[in-house]
């Protein structure tokens, strides 16, 4: 079936460094790939998408670029912080039913140490 | 941004009993919610997706008969944990979408609800 794989699991980075984490999909019809930032007990907060008509997209200290040929979708975070600390999800779009869902990578424990 | 609710925030519960969990979409009409299930440290399981006005799709290896998912309103989606087991014991989060708005698979997720069966 359809899965989203993201690594790495786990990124430790010092304070105003830049953090990358990467997804590769499966399903070469997916459209839409959003990015989740989730701290301990809360729900998932939505940071940024991008649409499969276009390369790169840049919100402040995020951008996220996606390369549809080869399946795969980045996040970039810019001069981190310790709140950027939490763990990040990526998730592509998988058509079905006459409606989207999400599949969802396994998730990246962000770190910001100061 | 469009607003969903859920309730209760957190649940505890004897084993064999039923719990009901509600998600509502507060500002906008939801015509697709989904159901998902994340246990400690890892990610978000898609368990079923609930259209109004028709009957749930699972995904494979969710039990319908366990996890009943009833979405009667636009605004109102419940799930029911039938003869909860420890094992059962997760955070359940929902969703809401309207694809009818002409997204592309925006979803805005509830505050989750902790169940913790005893």
């Known amino acids: 079936g359809e899965n989203v794989e993201q690594h790495p699991s786990t990124l430790s980075v010092q304070e105003g460094d830049s953090a990358v984490i990467k997804c590769t999909y499966s399903d070469s019809a997916s459209n839409y790939f959003p990015w989740y930032k989730q701290e301990l007990g809360k729900r998932p907060q939505l940071i940024i998408d991008i649409r499969s008509n276009v390369g790169e997209k840049k919100d402040q200290r995020i951008a996220v670029t996606l390369n549809k040929t080869a399946k795969h979708f980045s996040l970039h975070i810019t001069e981190t912080q310790p709140e950027d600390s939490a763990v990040y999800f990526c998730?592509?779009?998988?058509?079905?039913?006459?409606?989207?869902?999400?599949?969802f990578g396994a998730g990246t424990r962000l770190a910001v140490h100061p | 941004g469009a607003v969903v609710s859920q309730h209760p925030s957190w649940v505890i519960c004897k084993s064999g009993t039923s719990v009901k969990i509600e998600c509502r979409s507060l500002d906008f009409q939801a015509t697709t919610m989904f159901w998902y299930r994340q246990f400690p440290k890892q990610s978000l399981m898609l368990m079923a997706t609930?259209?109004?006005?028709?009957?749930?799709?699972?995904e494979q290896g969710v039990e319908k008969d366990k996890f009943l998912i009833n979405h009667a309103s636009l605004t109102l989606s419940t799930l029911t944990v039938t003869s909860a087991h420890p094992e059962d014991s997760s955070f359940y989060i929902c969703?809401?979408?309207?694809?009818?708005?002409?997204?592309?698979?925006?979803?805005?997720f509830g505050p989750g609800t902790r169940l913790t069966v005893l």
């Open positions: 609930s259209n109004e006005g028709s009957k749930a799709t699972y």
């Open positions: 969703s809401a979408a309207n694809p009818l708005a002409g997204g592309q698979g925006e979803q805005f």
């Open positions: 998730a592509a779009s998988i058509r079905g039913g006459g409606y989207n869902k999400l599949i």
